[in-house]
Nanobody, 127 residues
């Protein structure tokens, strides 16, 4: 059974940094691409970052590019999202997600590429 457990969310001021973690279990973590998806209040879900199964290629949305860094530790079965220069518009529930395809040749770039999600961790950025 796929299990994804996010942590690290909280309330921070604009300009601060925060690091999210996602501990995975129940599947061969090193063979699946992973991503971070967020959903802000009243808005659709957004894929903000993803990494290929071997962690050699990453993808960032325009909103995350230059401020967020995704990393995948295949030895610890853990996915990270380092967020810096946070803005109030980054306020959202952040979810760790697993690719639906094993060893996908390309880095996933769409929400539909993912089929397993965690419970999420909430990030609130005050102005």
């Amino acid at each position: 059974q796929v299990r994804l457990a996010e942590s690290g969310g909280g309330l921070v001021q604009a300009g601060a940094s925060l690091k999210l973690s996602c501990v995975a279990s129940g599947f061969p973590f090193s063979e699946f691409a992973m991503g971070w998806i967020r959903q802000a209040p009243g808005k659709e879900r957004e894929l903000i970052a993803s990494t290929k199964w071997n962690a050699e290629v990453t993808y960032y949305s325009d909103s995350a590019k230059g401020r967020f860094t995704i990393s995948k530790d295949n030895t610890e079965n853990t996915l990270y999202l380092q967020m810096s220069s946070l803005k109030p518009e980054d306020t959202a529930d952040y979810y760790c997600a697993r690719d639906r395809q094993r060893r996908r040749s390309n880095v996933p770039r769409g929400i539909r590429d993912f089929n397993s999600w965690g419970q999420g961790t909430r990030v609130t950025v005050s102005s």
